[in-house]
């Protein structure tokens, strides 16, 4: 699948943007609030929502950008004992199941966000399919980014730092 390496990079890049994009608008939403709270006495009812929505996406979208990038936490007691090619299969596997848990996650936030279709948000009034969307996104994504890394030529086995000395 040769074009699946460019299809995961690009998505990978439009996804550390709008991440980027999204924790730099929830800051300034918080800001906001404080400074209008605590300054003006005057409270926005809708900061606090907006800050809410842009968070969601930071945390989901970091969390497929994980799996892209192999941010993960792991034992590796069992697969640093076997051979290279030992290892490369358990990175594959376990980049498979990564891949099989974003499907699962974007199937079942897809009926998540059909149940929930038609709401809207309290404060800001805005469709609630926007949030509820984010987790089929997200879970999307994660099925991507699994399934390049677990077919990407040569494995994907993390780089090995030198011993100190």
């Known amino acids: 699948m040769p074009v699946l390496g460019p299809l995961a990079r690009g998505a990978a890049w439009l996804t550390r943007a709008s991440i980027g994009l999204a924790a730099a ?5 918080i800001t906001y609030q404080v ?6 006495g005057d ?3 809708w900061s606090e929502e907006l800050a809410v929505l842009l968070f969601s996406w930071t945390v989901l979208g970091g969390l497929a950008l994980g799996v892209h990038e ?3 936490v792991r034992l590796t007691l069992l697969p640093e004992r076997l051979p290279r090619g030992g290892r490369i299969l358990a990175e594959r596997l376990t980049d498979a199941v990564t ?10 936030g ?4 059909d149940i929930t279709a038609g709401s809207v948000s309290a404060a800001i009034g805005y469709p609630i399919e926007i949030l509820n969307a984010l987790a089929p996104v997200a879970g999307a994504l994660m099925a991507l980014f699994g399934l390049e890394r677990a077919l990407r030529p040569g494995g994907a086995l993390p780089v090995e730092e030198p011993p100190a000395a």
Not at 99 to 108: I, K, M, R, T
Not at 110 to 113: A, E, G, S, V, Y
Request: cysteine-free.
């Open 43 to 45: 409270t926005p009812s």
């Open 25 to 29: 608008l929830m800051l300034a939403a």
């Open 99 to 108: 891949a099989a848990l974003g499907l699962f996650l974007a199937w079942s």
């Open 35 to 40: 400074v209008m709270r605590y300054v003006f």
């Open 110 to 113: 897809w009926r998540f966000l």
């Open 70 to 72: 192999g941010w993960h």
